[in-house]
């Protein structure tokens, strides 16, 4: 694996890094029972600093290009996940999210052309395998809705990414603008969804102010950035099997921070989702083909415009 290579998956798997404190910051620091609200104040307010710091704004086909993708991976994903989180027991949306790279894989085919292979799906069943492990818990019936929500919301998540991948970004626009584009876009959908579902704002202490200034800055803005721009050097599958180390690293800050205990089968599960996400990173030696890139237009691309965590921890 390249050096160079090896520093954009490095960097693009501080993203799912990130996410995976997301769960013990909004449990420790934050108001409960307010999902919506703190999917909005981690979108909106950085994707407005982004535009601000970018100070470019879509154009042509982009308007409704970046609203399809802030829908997908912001606006429907983060309503979605918190739904599963708060009606699933344990970990069980983070172990149905975890099947999110054979989603991916699947999308792969269908959008962008690129053929599952066999490592492909085995590493993806391996990761989710692996996961479940980590976070899945004895548990009584679920929930059907919070099944579906979880569902969705993964799926939705994968749509994101696979179409990322396929309509690039417009000449002279860098990863900072489409991911401002994004979170506003997806912002502005959260937001009379939280007005009407949970009201007007709850008052803010110190801590929740803080909590919500890490969510927005760290584990939203710069963890989005990261990881779009990641998008544009990878491939679709290679990103999202990054995706295995947010619950991860909620296991470990649940351990290192929560005094919440880890068992053998729990790191038998880690070392199982660690190593397929390190598998999914490797690219065939016989096809070797044309070196990744960072995002490009499609036209530039040649080709035609088309539509293209224990417990309830959050993925993303």
């Given at each position: 694996?390249?050096a160079?290579?090896?520093?954009v ?7 799912p ?8 910051v909004?449990?420790?620091f934050?108001?409960a029972?307010?999902?919506l609200?703190t ?7 950085a994707?407005?600093?982004?535009l601000?710091?970018?100070?470019v704004?879509?154009?042509g ?5 970046a609203?399809v993708?802030g ?8 309503p979605?996940l918190f ?12 172990a ?8 991916v894989?699947?999308?792969s085919a269908?959008?962008l ?8 799906v085995?590493?993806g ?5 692996g ?21 969705a919301?993964t799926a939705s998540?994968?749509?994101g990414?696979?179409?990322t991948?396929?309509w690039g970004r ?13 979170l506003?876009a997806g912002?502005?959908?959260i ?12 008052a ?23 990881w779009?721009r990641?998008?544009?050097?990878l ?5 999202t ?6 619950p991860?690293t909620a296991?470990?800050v ?11 089968v729990?790191?038998?599960?880690m070392a199982l ?6 598998a999914?990173q490797?690219t065939p030696?016989?096809k ?9 237009s ?10 293209d965590?224990t417990d ?5």
């Open positions: 694996m390249a160079g290579r090896s520093t998956i490095a960097l693009t798997a501080l993203a890094v990130s996410w995976g404190t997301t769960y013990a909004t449990t420790e934050l108001p029972d307010r999902p609200f999917g909005l104040m981690r979108a909106l307010p994707g407005l600093l982004l601000a710091v970018a100070r704004l879509p154009r086909a982009w308007w409704w290009k609203a993708l829908a997908l991976n912001i606006g429907a994903f983060f979605l739904l599963s989180a708060y009606r699933l027991p344990g970990g069980m949306a983070a149905v999210g975890s099947v999110g790279p054979l989603i894989v699947g999308l269908l959008l052309g690129q053929r599952p292979t066999v490592r492909s085995l590493t069943v391996v990761a989710a395998f996961v479940s492990l980590v976070v899945l818990k004895a548990a009584g019936s679920l929930d059907a809705l919070g099944v579906l929500a979880a569902l919301a998540m994968s749509a990414i696979v179409l991948k396929r417009p000449d002279g626009v860098g990863p900072l603008a489409l991911t401002g584009w994004q506003t912002g502005l959908l937001a009379p969804l939280a007005l009407l579902a949970e009201g007007a704002p709850p803010l202490d110190g801590s929740a102010a803080g909590g919500y200034l890490y969510l927005a800055l760290a584990n939203t803005a710069v963890a989005y950035w990261l779009f990641g998008i544009g050097r491939s679709a599958t290679q990103a099997f990054l995706g295995p180390l947010s991860l296991a470990v649940g351990w290192a921070a929560l005094g919440q205990a880890l068992t053998p729990q790191l038998a599960g989702a660690f190593g397929a996400t390190v999914g490797l030696r016989a070797a083909a044309a070196p990744s890139r960072p995002f490009s499609p036209s530039k691309n040649g080709r035609k415009d088309s539509m965590l309830p921890a959050l993925r993303r």
